[in-house]
């Protein structure tokens, strides 16, 4: 792949933060519709749109409906499989947690996926980055706080759901090199439409809808026509969905890996703000702590990465929920 030149660097950066305020837009939109349908209705119209757009602007803007042929369609499902596990743990967990701190916790797959790209791709892992890596778990461990009396389990929904995104990260190095952005988007939206109609088909009755807590209510809640006045919020979300996630890979094919990861960060002061003027919610002084540490690792693992030349190229996009 041809390097990008110096006039083309800018829409990298651009893509990111556009991707990133359409990530944190369907962050919130999601929280704020969870008290009113279930997780995977959501998902399923979300997906139906966000793959109608695709499909109908994306994929003939990147050079018609050619790309979706492949010889990966396994590895495709598998990322696939991944991003959904991803979501449903997250958005279970942003559903009963303040913004910032779901946002927050997430923001420890950076050092999962060091480890990860360590224990299943072979790379070697120095004693910085090492130190940096138990330094994030320590801000985990800190939001956490595990045996406490405050204790949250539900923080343990966005842990899981950064471990999934580690693993899909895994899987995109192997294949970003071949695949396009188009085609790893669609796939992915592929994916999603019929996990979620498997979920509707088989919980969508809402017979279990009481059966656990708040989590496992918008879970398996009862599926439902939404209201008129909710469909901007859900057509939005398709737009934010596919948006989002052509937008990031985008911009790791147009910069340098080096300049657009630490973008990604902006989503953090996005949610807080958001969980303040939105859903009321100040942090903790417990969740600033943290935050610190996790983001703080995440940005010197990453940076000590890229010193190391052992980051994804620009043809090796990321994928985000």
Avoid at 50 to 55: D, E, K, M, R, V
Avoid at 270 to 279: E, K, S, Y
């Amino acid at each position: 792949m041809t390097k990008p030149t110096s006039h083309r660097l800018p829409l990298g950066p651009l893509s990111a933060l556009i991707a990133v305020i359409f990530f944190s837009i369907n962050d919130a939109t999601i929280k704020f519709l969870s008290g009113d349908y279930a997780l995977h209705q959501i998902i399923l119209i979300r997906s139906l749109i966000g793959l109608a757009i695709l499909l109908a602007i994306i994929v003939p803007l990147q050079g018609g409906f050619g790309v979706l042929r492949t010889k990966r369609l396994g590895m495709h499902m598998l990322r696939g499989f991944c991003v959904v596990a991803a979501n449903t743990l997250f958005f279970l967990g942003l559903s009963v947690l303040p913004l910032a701190d779901a946002v927050a916790v997430f923001f420890v797959s950076p050092l999962l996926i060091t480890a990860f790209s360590a224990l299943l791709l072979g790379e070697k892992i120095g004693p910085r980055r090492l130190l940096a890596v138990s330094l994030g778990m320590v801000g985990v461990l800190i939001m956490v706080r595990p045996g406490a009396e405050g204790f949250n389990a539900a923080l343990l929904m966005p842990i899981l759901a950064a471990v999934a995104y580690a693993l899909l990260h895994v899987l995109t190095r192997k294949i970003g090199s071949t695949e396009s952005a188009a085609t790893m988007s669609v796939y992915i939206q592929l994916v999603f439409v019929v996990v979620s109609a498997t979920v509707g088909a088989t919980l969508g009755h809402g017979t279990w809808e009481h059966k656990g807590g708040e989590m496992l209510q918008f879970l398996l809640r009862a599926w439902h026509t939404p209201d008129a006045g909710d469909w901007p919020f859900l057509v939005f979300l398709g737009i934010a969905s596919a948006g989002g996630g052509f937008f990031i890979s985008q911009a790791y094919r147009l910069s340098e890996a080096s300049l657009i990861a630490p973008l990604e960060y902006v989503a953090m002061p996005i949610a807080v703000l958001a969980g303040i003027f939105i859903f009321g919610e100040w942090p903790a002084p417990a969740t600033w702590l943290g935050m610190v540490l996790i983001i703080g690792s995440g940005l010197f693992v990453f940076w000590r990465e890229t010193k190391l030349d052992v980051v994804p190229t620009p043809d090796r996009p990321r994928t985000r929920r």
